[in-house]
């Protein structure tokens, strides 16, 4: 990040840049040469603003010489040789479950197997469209050359701080037959995604974050499919009349798509795809992924409030709930902050090794810390304000917070110190 970047970071206001007073149009982003981080920052990061960038940016990638055929189609015989014998999940497009669809886990040989069929019988089976989702390829794979992680992408705190305790990470590869779909969804803890087409197309419909309120049942759901047309009856969907269309992206094949935090989506395969994304946060979308656990606590304290007063550790009770449904905690996210506070202190230290924007392009993993001091700091400013939001909510003050370490009010003290030492 540049100097200026940062100076214009720090006037930033997101209500300055409200979804609808930037009009229904997403910028597609042509030419690498003349695209930096900064701009990326400026323009579409800070303000949540989708873009597309051109098959430019990942035309170097392996995967789309690998992955895929002469004709532009998925290379069945090379993901057979290379990956064959690996357990992948696969939902059933056909089949609803929740808002979601069921899936098993099956070898991916087994996969490409159905696929090949699917297509020879005229994209029809008696088992149904079946979609390859959320393979943890890079997981499995950490030594691959298919892809790299787009420079634009590299401040990713969620797989930062997941890899660091080994334990998940948020990369995923996904492949599957024309017709295939995800179903209507915000991502997992309000995190920014980020999508390329190794080859194929998909449609994407975008809804500004807000919009979702309009698409409720009148039982408060969120809708399986926002296309479906039940959504024109009143009677069910009674706000959807003040609902604005969706924002329509078609994403061509080696593009890839930055879908802004909080935004609900519904996405197509439009032919044979495979594309790989990560889910990622970042200093300016983690005040977003806060107020969402806010939230789902709450959502949580509501089903078990009967309990209240019967039970001595109901608040923890809470806690175990969400961490289970969710994914995270109170303690585990302050935990996370910690960790980004202190790679983003080592990065100061360091100065040397840490020049801004003198890096590749396209730079290699981890590569947060690559983004240079100005970086560093805007990330700190980041986790010291949501360490002091933290610090003002009852439900986190009531988990025994002094016990923590160290505890958040004596790192966010020091992260203060530190911040004044650099300005
Ligand atoms: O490509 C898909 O089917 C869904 C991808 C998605 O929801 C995302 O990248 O956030
Ligand atoms: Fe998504």
């Given at each position: 990040m540049d100097k200026e970047a940062f100076v214009f970071s720090q006037d930033f206001?997101?209500?300055?840049?409200?979804?609808?007073?930037?009009?229904?149009?997403?910028?597609?982003?042509?030419?690498?040469?003349?695209?930096?981080?900064s701009?990326?920052?400026k323009?579409?990061?800070?303000?949540?603003?989708?873009?597309?960038?051109?098959?430019?940016?990942?035309?170097?990638?392996?995967?789309?010489?690998?992955?895929?055929?002469?004709?532009?189609?998925?290379?069945?015989?090379?993901?057979?040789?290379?990956?064959?014998?690996?357990?992948?999940?696969?939902?059933?497009?056909?089949?609803?479950?929740?808002?979601?669809?069921?899936?098993?886990?099956?070898?991916?040989?087994?996969?490409?197997?159905?696929?090949?069929?699917?297509?020879?019988?005229?994209?029809?089976?008696?088992?149904?469209?079946?979609?390859?989702?959320?393979?943890?390829?890079?997981?499995?794979?950490?030594?691959?050359?298919?892809?790299?992680?787009?420079?634009?992408?590299?401040?990713?705190?969620?797989?930062?701080?997941?890899?660091?305790?080994?334990?998940?990470?948020?990369?995923?590869?996904?492949?599957?037959?024309?017709?295939?779909?995800?179903?209507?969804?915000?991502?997992?803890?309000?995190?920014?995604?980020?999508?390329?087409?190794?080859?194929?197309?998909?449609?994407?419909?975008?809804?500004?974050?807000?919009?979702?309120?309009?698409?409720?049942?009148?039982?408060?759901?969120?809708?399986?499919?926002?296309?479906?047309?039940?959504?024109?009856?009143?009677?069910?969907?009674?706000?959807?009349?003040?609902?604005?269309?969706?924002?329509?992206?078609?994403?061509?094949?080696?593009?890839?798509?930055?879908?802004?935090?909080?935004?609900?989506?519904?996405?197509?395969?439009?032919?044979?795809?495979?594309?790989?994304?990560?889910?990622?946060?970042?200093?300016?979308?983690?005040?977003?992924?806060?107020?969402?656990?806010?939230?789902?606590?709450?959502?949580?304290?509501?089903?078990?409030?009967?309990?209240?007063?019967?039970?001595?550790?109901?608040?923890?009770?809470?806690?175990?709930?969400?961490?289970?449904?969710?994914?995270?905690?109170?303690?585990?996210?302050?935990?996370?902050?910690?960790?980004?506070?202190?790679?983003?202190?080592?990065?100061?230290?360091?100065?040397?090794?840490?020049?801004?924007?003198?890096?590749?392009?396209?730079?290699?993993?981890?590569?947060?810390?690559?983004?240079?001091?100005y970086?560093?700091?805007f990330?700190?400013?980041?986790?010291?304000?949501?360490?002091?939001?933290?610090?003002?909510?009852?439900?986190?003050?009531?988990?025994?917070?002094?016990?923590?370490?160290?505890?958040?009010?004596?790192?966010?003290?020091?992260?203060?110190?530190?911040?004044?030492?650099?300005?």
């Amino acid at each position: 990040m540049d100097k200026e970047a940062f100076v214009f970071s720090q006037d930033f206001s997101i209500t300055d840049s409200s979804s609808c007073s930037h009009g229904r149009y997403v910028d597609h982003i042509d030419d690498p040469v003349s695209f930096s981080y900064s701009l990326f920052f400026k323009r579409y990061l800070l303000p949540n603003r989708p873009c597309v960038f051109s098959a430019k940016f990942t035309n170097d990638w392996g995967s789309r010489k690998r992955w895929v055929t002469q004709d532009g189609r998925p290379n069945f015989d090379h993901l057979l040789k290379k990956f064959g014998k690996t357990i992948v999940p696969v939902a059933n497009c056909d089949v609803k479950e929740y808002n979601s669809n069921p899936k098993e886990r099956i070898p991916l040989a087994e996969y490409i197997c159905y696929w090949r069929e699917y297509i020879q019988n005229n994209y029809c089976s008696s088992k149904g469209c079946l979609y390859l989702k959320d393979w943890h390829m890079y997981r499995e794979f950490p030594e691959q050359d298919d892809y790299k992680t787009p420079v634009f992408f590299t401040s990713d705190w969620l797989n930062e701080y997941w890899d660091a305790i080994a334990v998940d990470d948020y990369r995923f590869v996904y492949m599957g037959p024309k017709g295939s779909w995800t179903p209507f969804h915000a991502d997992v803890f309000r995190s920014y995604s980020w999508s390329a087409n190794v080859c194929g197309r998909k449609k994407w419909l975008l809804f500004p974050p807000g919009q979702e309120e309009y698409l409720r049942d009148c039982n408060g759901n969120l809708p399986y499919d926002v296309t479906s047309p039940d959504l024109q009856d009143s009677s069910i969907y009674p706000s959807f009349r003040q609902s604005v269309q969706p924002i329509e992206v078609i994403q061509e094949d080696g593009e890839m798509i930055f879908v802004p935090s909080g935004w609900h989506h519904q996405v197509y395969n439009l032919e044979d795809t495979i594309s790989i994304n990560h889910n990622w946060v970042n200093g300016c979308n983690v005040s977003i992924m806060w107020h969402f656990l806010q939230v789902e606590l709450e959502a949580v304290e509501q089903e078990i409030i009967e309990w209240k007063e019967t039970m001595d550790d109901w608040h923890l009770h809470c806690q175990i709930i969400m961490k289970s449904c969710t994914g995270i905690d109170y303690k585990e996210f302050y935990t996370f902050l910690k960790t980004i506070a202190e790679n983003r202190i080592q990065v100061l230290q360091n100065p040397l090794k840490n020049k801004g924007e003198a890096f590749p392009l396209i730079s290699s993993e981890p590569a947060s810390s690559n983004l240079g001091p100005y970086h560093a700091v805007f990330d700190l400013q980041r986790v010291v304000d949501v360490i002091a939001a933290l610090l003002t909510n009852l439900d986190f003050r009531k988990l025994g917070i002094e016990s923590f370490s160290p505890p958040p009010a004596e790192l966010l003290n020091h992260l203060k110190g530190v911040l004044s030492s650099v300005k």
